[in-house]
Structure formats: C-alpha cells, structure tokens
C-alpha cells in the first residue's frame, strides 16, 4: 500500500490465489491499516482486506493514530470490493494486488472517489449539483417535453439511448438509492462492439456531513445496483473510527 501525494489514498486488498509484489509482501502479511481523515466525521480505516467487511477494533485505531499527526483532509480513490454473491476474481493466477487496476475483473467493484462537500461547494454550486432530480431534468428535458417516457428497468427509471455505427449501446438511469437520496446511472449495454461494458454512478450524499461518492461495475451486475450501493455503505460505516461523527443525513 503506498500513498500518492497529500491527498490520495490507494488501498490495495488480498484474495486467494492472486500474486503478490514481493515489495509490498511484507505490509500485506502485516495487515496493516491506514486512517485516513476524509472530513471530521469521516476517517476510514483502509488496509489490505479480503474486499469483505472484516471486524475492526476501533478504539485500537483510534489510540494508535491519536498522537501522530493528523492526516490530510482530502479524497479517497482506487478502493474495491467484490460485488454481493461473488467471492473470488475470474483469473487469480494473473491478478497482481500491486496493481489492482492494471487487472479488469468482472466481479470487482472499484469506487473512483469518496470526496468531502466544503461550505465553499455549497456556497457556488447549484443544487442540481446534488440532487440528481434536477440534473436527470435538465439532461432529458427534450425528451420529456416530447412526451417520450422512460421505463423502468431494475428498479430504475431509464432512457434506451439509440446506437449507431459510431456510439454504443447505452442506458441512462434515474434511481432513488436511498430514501430522499437519487443517482444517476450510465449503463452501456453487453454488446459485441463494447470492449469492457460498465455500469457506472456519481452522485451526492448527505451522510458524514456531505460526500461525492463515484463507483463502477462491469455491466453484467446492473441488475444487483442496489446491493452493490448498500455494500458500499456497509464498508464505509464499518471503518470509520472518527470519534465525532454526525448522525448519517446531518449536513
């Protein structure tokens, strides 16, 4: 595991089976964990994990980091997790946890971003900015003004975006992941022209105070969205050991 500048977190994981660096065995056979300080009330203890919710000892982690210097507020990027129902990578004999993102797996979900709201984005930004509503609105007005409807699709309100010869197969889609609380989803299809087809999602949250949260997913998991969300939840809750953490939706 190592760290890229003030404010970027690379979290490497094991599984059985995959390779390993030999410069990096050592940290992986320690287990070691890093806190990393998104806002006050987000600081993510990350390590080298089986892409499961494994059991932490809070007040350990928070004893051990309270005396060092505090780390940076910043963005967590390059964290992974198995989707919901799978429990290993297609080829581990060719997968190397040095550099997990130089590996396409279909039953790995890699989150892109987890980054703190400041009062100055609240201050500059339009709401739209975080409630995907008037987003979703704003981007298909011409086709509901039209009169064209969408459909619902797993649990989502999509829009088939017709291909050609020089675009792919896409969907776009309206879901509400949690009460109150919308997403938008950009779906390209499982088609013989589309090298790598990926379900993938940036969306605002009240929780912690307020977080852009970005992830992706091979396409063929489209239908297991909200499991992969609620997953990613699961994680982020499990591993924070900040002591003064707002109650989840207070901003």
């Not at 590996?103 to 989150?111: A, G, L, T």
């Not at 709201?117 to 298909?140: C, H, K």
């Not at 997913?217 to 591993?239: C, F, T």
Request: hydrophobic share 35%; net charge neutral.
């Amino acid at each position: 595991m190592k760290i890229f500048g003030p404010a970027v977190l690379v979290v490497m994981f094991t599984c059985a089976g995959c390779k390993q660096a030999p410069e990096t065995g050592k940290a992986f056979e320690k287990q070691e964990r890093w806190v990393y300080k998104v806002n006050d009330n987000l600081h993510l203890a990350l390590g080298p994990i089986e892409l499961e919710a494994i059991a932490i000892d809070k007040a350990a982690l928070q004893a051990k980091f309270q005396d060092r210097e505090a780390p940076k507020v910043g963005f967590v990027q390059h964290f992974h997790f198995f989707v919901p129902g799978e429990t290993s990578v297609k080829e581990p004999e060719k997968y190397h946890q040095s550099a997990p993102m130089n590996q396409k797996d279909e039953n790995v979900v890699r989150v892109h971003i987890i980054e703190p709201w400041t009062e100055e984005m609240y201050r500059t930004n339009p709401v739209a900015s975080r409630d995907a509503r008037i987003g979703w609105q704003y981007l298909f007005s011409n086709k509901l003004q039209s009169g064209e409807r969408s459909e619902e699709v797993m649990g989502m309100q999509c829009f088939q975006k017709s291909s050609t010869s020089d675009t792919w197969p896409q969907r776009d889609c309206l879901a509400e992941r949690t009460p109150g609380e919308w997403a938008i989803f950009t779906i390209l299809e499982i088609d013989p022209r589309v090298p790598w087809p990926t379900m993938k999602t940036k969306y605002y949250t009240k929780a912690y105070g307020g977080l852009t949260v970005a992830w992706s997913v091979h396409s063929k998991h489209a239908d297991k969205w909200r499991q992969i969300d609620a997953k990613l939840w699961q994680l982020i809750d499990q591993w924070n050991i900040a002591e003064t953490t707002k109650k989840k939706g207070q901003v």
